[in-house]
């Protein structure tokens, strides 16, 4: 332990009570470390197997020493969230609660990135992490008929708030627009009565934000007569499905390829326009080591007639690498050579894929970027995209 560094055992009590329980249950085998997305980059080492037991040694942000508590936030905020090392844990340690837990300290303290603390005021200000105002929410619906939703109706569309504000990711939440009209699928929106999910800044450690942010999406939800809804982001569906119910949610939430599977398994859906093109799908972090979910956004690639489905080898469901947008990665600027996404395009592109498949609006914009910096033959489509195409 470094010198300077002593143990201090009121925050490591702190972090305990904020989530970080976990930290007892690690008994320092290193297989975490082992499956981290951040052993693909050479330039980085990210030793996360010693976060619980300095946890446990109150060893952690205890120093005084500037430039090492500099070094711990940077490190703290490394991980993603991608859940690779939870998946994997002999004793189910799950690490992202170990670190909200600490980010929490470092919120209170005001010692976490610019990048985090404005995009977390946004979303308390505007409701959406763009800063945008919120009466413009709903801007993306033009020229696409959708309805306010209203008692009675099937789902409450949650288009997530990348859709509803960047011009690339519009085009997505209007596909799945057309999806549901397809399939006569009764939906509304609530415009701007509905926030950011918050799940990436309570991730962040912004759990005050969080707990006010959602505490009001429930609410609005409650006295829209919400039951079911259906999501474009699965980040929003995990936090809803996984973490609203803190907050007295009543209702369902299902992800949007769920939701067009069980619609093509009804024959609601009828895919007959032919893709004849090869296409690789790549699993988000949130939808698959999250929910579980694998087979439905495949099933409805598959659905598609002339595409030729193919698999990156060795990282595809479980072993999926992360984009990097998770736990607000999405907002940090990561130097060259240390972008998940890089590699994970390349692994795609490797394939002989002509399109990268995607199921997550983080994923989308990630990706993209990459490839357009890398100068790559890919091109990057969302599922509904796709299967809109297709109908």
């Excluded at 209007?174 to 999910?197: M, Q, R, W, Y």
């Excluded at 499905?241 to 009543?250: K, M, R, S, V």
């Excluded at 947008?325 to 999405?330: F, T, W, Y």
Aim: hydrophobic share 35%; with cysteine.
């Amino acid at each position: 332990m470094n010198a300077r560094i002593r143990p201090d055992w009121d925050i490591r009590d702190a972090i305990l009570e904020m989530g970080g329980t976990d930290a007892y249950k690690c008994y320092q085998c290193g297989k975490c470390m082992a499956m981290c997305p951040w052993t693909h980059v050479e330039s980085v080492v990210f030793p996360v197997y010693r976060t619980p037991q300095s946890v446990k040694l109150g060893a952690i942000m205890s120093s005084e020493d500037t430039d090492e508590i500099e070094r711990e936030v940077t490190e703290v905020y490394r991980c993603v969230g991608c859940e690779s090392c939870s998946t994997w844990c002999p004793h189910g340690v799950h690490m992202p609660d170990i670190m909200r837990g600490i980010r929490r300290i470092l919120v209170e303290f005001g010692s976490y990135p610019s990048e985090l603390s404005e995009a977390v005021s946004r979303i308390h200000s505007s409701g959406n992490p763009f800063g945008e105002p919120r009466e413009n929410r709903a801007a993306w619906t033009e020229g696409a008929e959708v309805p306010p939703f209203e008692t009675g109706m099937d789902y409450l569309y949650s288009p997530c708030c990348v859709p509803a504000y960047d011009p690339r990711a519009v085009k997505v939440a209007k596909a799945s627009v057309e999806v549901l009209k397809a399939a006569n699928v009764s939906f509304g929106i609530l415009g701007d009565g509905e926030s950011c999910c918050s799940e990436a800044i309570r991730r962040a450690g912004a759990e005050e934000v969080f707990q006010e942010v959602a505490g009001a999406n429930v609410t609005a939800f409650s006295e829209a007569g919400v039951k079911k809804v259906v999501t474009t982001s699965p980040h929003c569906h995990r936090t809803f499905d996984q973490e609203y119910g803190e907050l007295e949610a009543d209702f369902e939430s299902v992800h949007q390829t769920q939701l067009f599977a069980k619609l093509i398994e009804q024959q609601r859906l009828e895919p007959k326009n032919a893709l004849e093109k090869k296409v690789v799908y790549h699993d988000p972090c949130a939808l698959g080591r999250g929910c579980g979910v694998y087979d439905e956004p495949r099933g409805v690639l598959k659905s598609i007639p002339g595409l030729e489905l193919v698999e990156i080898p060795n990282y595809s469901r479980e072993y999926s690498l992360c984009c990097g947008g998770g736990s607000g990665g999405v907002w940090l600027e990561r130097p060259k050579g240390e972008r998940f996404s890089d590699i994970r395009v390349q692994q795609a592109a490797a394939t002989g894929a002509e399109i990268l498949a995607v199921a997550c609006p983080y994923c989308l914009q990630m990706f993209e970027d990459s490839v357009k910096t890398m100068d790559l033959e890919l091109e990057v489509k969302d599922v509904s995209e796709l299967l809109a195409a297709a109908l």
